[in-house]
């Protein structure tokens, strides 16, 4: 069984890495990070498109062999202990991998074969399950005549059917309509109260902050920093954001006045957001200098700012 | 939190042989094929198991009636029925295997998720190559039995040694599954897999099954002999005819060396296809 280091707050350290690489011929897709994840934490990998979140997830999930570095799950190698490594885990891939001529039970069914789980265990998960995704009345039905959204709940469903102490989601929410999502968070908050590790890369700020308790932002296969929500907001946005518009031409021409009222400003095409811990003041300082925006807005500052400022605003392919 | 049943199963098989990539659940993916199958095509299966009788039928009667009798072995004669159902047999054993290790796991490599989904699971490469060749092994063994069922009442295959035909078409069907799922994993487009129907129907026509391999010149029968359908062939020939004899034990070898170079490389290509 794995020691329980006093460093980390008492709690069990479940995943370790350390230099973890992995590279696709000459792409380096994961450029040898360091994490880790303790029991009962909800962690999320936020980053761009590329960012190599899925292949960091993956190599946890024990279906992709690393290319350098070390990983333990559960104090295991997964190049060696890999079938016992997966049967703790239940993992919802970014593409749903359904059986798509096969019926929404008899897809929960052999998935729990599987992990060679009897049949009245599986029978008994199967009506708690369709009930937990919300698909009693499509139990009969082949896969490929379900919405992506219920495909979606449906391989989260059945990622629970071994009753895993690791949930990992990969996007679980890409697709889901609102309710799903918002029935979907609810459920996760559940799991994560009973003690499940939730682990879950995601787009979405509002989820990123909703679920997770610790979150570690990705670009380019590196990690650009990791922390609580809260303290990411305080270490790399201010507390307020001011956006202030003054049509498209004259943005650029009172740039350089801004610039001096705040210690950080962003010019872009169609406002300009300035940083400050009061911004109300802000506005009026500019105001006061004879500087009338069309339209100003001050609002908190969010996840999604700490996300822009440190993987840019550029697409970069 | 209580341990889960999935992590007691998963490490009751701690240091057991070949742990990570084998999880002794094979049965797992059969079940799974067995249940995607009851929504399937028997009009398919039914088309390989009337082949072979319709073959028996025309040329076992039809030409049978122009070459009378053929020795198998020094003074053993037999009708050319008896000749060539054995054959046939060993035939459809290796179609009911190729057809399903092939196009079947061509598919599901290509467009489904399948193979994904099972090694997110705690069931290792090797489990999956198992239970899709056994899959493949199981309807070249239907159409064995099947053909058996129909040509031992007629008196083409008898005596209590007929019935070792069908142990010998497990044999042949095992070997074949296993080379054509190796073989799929490697395939990239249909056209690659379409060179298997290409190679079946020669591998047939030219194994011995329709006259002794003495008709050739010598080098040929050495090709011929280099051949898997040959081999399989003359396993069933000799069983049914209740003709034993050591060079069975070749026969059966090569079949063994055929299924330990599919299973394992079968392995270590699902291993590399979802895995890396
Ligand atoms: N099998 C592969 N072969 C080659 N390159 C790959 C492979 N899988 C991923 N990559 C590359 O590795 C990088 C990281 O991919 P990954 O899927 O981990 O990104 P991600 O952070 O999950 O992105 P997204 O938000 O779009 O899902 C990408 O540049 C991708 O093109
Ligand atoms: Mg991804």
């Not at chain 1, 049949?119 to 919300?134: C, D, G, P, S, Y």
């Not at chain 1, 102490?165 to 799903?180: K, R, Y």
């Not at chain 1, 105001?287 to 001050?298: C, D, E, H, R």
């Not at chain 2, 081999?231 to 026969?251: D, E, K, P």
Request: proline share 4%; glycine share 8%; charged share 20%.
């Amino acid at each position: 069984m794995s020691t329980i280091d006093p460093a980390t707050g008492g709690k069990e350290p479940l995943i370790i890495a350390r230099g973890l690489r992995k590279e696709y011929g000459d792409f380096t897709a994961v450029d040898g990070i360091d994490f880790q994840v303790n029991r009962g934490d909800s962690f999320g990998f936020l980053g761009p498109n590329g960012a190599g979140k899925s292949t960091t997830m993956r190599i946890i999930a024990a279906t992709l062999t690393r290319s350098g570095g070390d990983i333990s799950i559960l104090g295991k190698d997964p190049e060696v202990r890999g079938p016992e490594i997966r049967a703790h885990l239940g993992v919802v891939p970014q593409q749903d991998n359904l059986d798509n001529s096969l019926t929404v039970e008899d897809n929960l069914y052999v998935y729990g074969r599987y992990f060679g789980l009897s049949r009245t265990f599986i029978r008994n998960k199967i009506e708690e399950l369709l009930a937990f995704a919300q698909l009693e009345e499509k139990r009969g039905v082949k896969v490929e005549a379900l919405s992506g959204g219920m495909k979606r709940r449906l391989t989260i469903a059945r990622a629970l059917v071994s009753e895993p102490e690791i949930l990992m989601l990969d996007e679980p929410t890409t697709g889901l309509d609102p309710q799903a999502r918002h029935i979907l968070w609810d459920r996760l908050f559940r799991l994560k109260e009973q003690g499940v590790t939730l682990l879950i890369t995601t787009h979405y700020m509002d989820e990123a902050e909703q679920l997770c308790d610790r979150l570690m932002v990705m670009d380019k296969g590196r990690i650009m920093a990791e922390d609580s929500p809260a303290n990411l907001i305080k270490t790399y946005s201010t507390k307020e954001v001011l956006e202030v518009r003054f049509g498209s031409d004259r943005n650029a021409q009172f740039a350089d006045q801004l610039r001096s009222m705040s210690d950080r400003i962003e010019v872009l095409p169609d406002r300009v957001l300035m940083y400050s811990d009061d911004c109300e003041s802000l506005l009026h300082e500019i105001v006061s200098k004879g500087m009338q925006p069309t339209t100003s807005l001050v609002r908190r500052s969010s996840l999604e700012d700490v996300f822009l400022r440190l993987t840019g605003r550029s697409l970069v392919e | 939190m209580k341990t889960s049943d999935a992590v007691l199963i998963a490490e009751s098989l701690k240091g057991r042989f070949a742990e990570g990539t084998y999880s002794r659940r094979a049965r797992a993916v059969l079940e799974h094929r067995r249940i995607a199958f009851k929504q399937g095509h028997w009009i398919v299966v039914l088309s390989g198991f009337v082949e072979p009788i319709l073959y028996l039928f025309s040329f076992g009667y039809g030409v049978g009636k122009l070459v009378g009798r053929i020795q198998v072995t020094p003074g053993h004669w037999v009708s050319y029925a008896q000749f060539i159902a054995p054959a046939l047999l060993a035939t459809s054993a290796m179609n009911g295997a190729i057809y399903d290790s092939t196009w079947n796991v061509f598919f599901r490599l290509k467009y489904d998720g399948t193979y994904k989904a099972m090694l997110a699971t705690s069931l290792g490469p090797l489990d999956v190559a198992l239970g899709e060749i056994g899959w493949a092994l199981f309807r070249g063994l239907i159409y064995a039995t099947g053909f058996t069922a129909i040509v031992m009442p007629l008196g083409i295959i008898k005596g209590w040694y007929g019935l070792l035909a069908i142990p010998a078409a497990v044999i042949i069907a095992f070997g074949f599954a296993s080379i054509g799922m190796l073989y799929t994993t490697y395939a990239k487009s249909f056209a690659q897999m379409d060179w298997v129907n290409i190679v079946m129907l020669p591998l047939f026509l030219f194994s011995g099954s329709l006259y002794p391999l003495s008709i050739y010149p010598e080098w040929l029968r050495y090709v011929i002999e280099a051949l898997p359908l040959y081999h399989g062939i003359q396993i069933v020939r000799c069983l049914s005819l209740g003709i034993i004899q050591w060079s069975l034990l070749v026969h059966v070898a090569y079949f063994v060396v055929m299924i330990g170079i599919g299973v394992t490389f079968t392995t270590r290509r699902m291993r590399a296809l979802f895995m890396r």
